[in-house]
């Protein structure tokens, strides 16, 4: 069964920072990407950012500069550090993977984490 774990979200000023960890199981680590999408209400989910096994890195333009993602010793965790947030990055935040590079993300998504930037 493939699982995402999602944590680190939570109420932050605008300007401020936060952590995101995400966990995965059940999908036999060698996965070609993993990813953070994230969804505003009444909005679509969107790719926010992407790292593959070999380390590179794609972000959404809206978060170049400010987010870094990473992938932890494990290969099956990866990180997501939000950096001079503002309000529009107010989502829940999912992570998921990609076991290929032709491949969509998988069909399964994990509760979530709920940041939300404001005064």
């Known amino acids: 069964q493939v699982q995402f774990v999602e944590s680190g979200g939570g109420l932050v000023q605008p300007g401020g920072s936060l952590r995101l960890s995400c966990a995965a199981s059940g999908i036999g680590f060698n996965a070609y990407s993993m990813a953070w999408y994230r969804q505003a209400p009444g909005q679509q989910r969107e790719l926010v950012a992407e790292i593959t096994g070999g380390r590179n890195t794609n972000y959404a333009e809206s978060v170049k500069g400010r987010f870094t993602i990473s992938r932890g010793t494990a290969k099956s965790t990866v990180y997501l550090q939000m950096n001079s947030l503002v309000p529009e990055d107010t989502a829940v935040y999912y992570c998921?993977?990609?076991?290929?590079?032709?491949?969509?993300?998988?069909?399964?998504w994990g509760q979530g984490t709920q940041v939300t930037v404001s005064s």
């Open positions: 998921n993977a990609r076991l290929g590079p032709f491949d969509s993300e998988t069909g399964y």
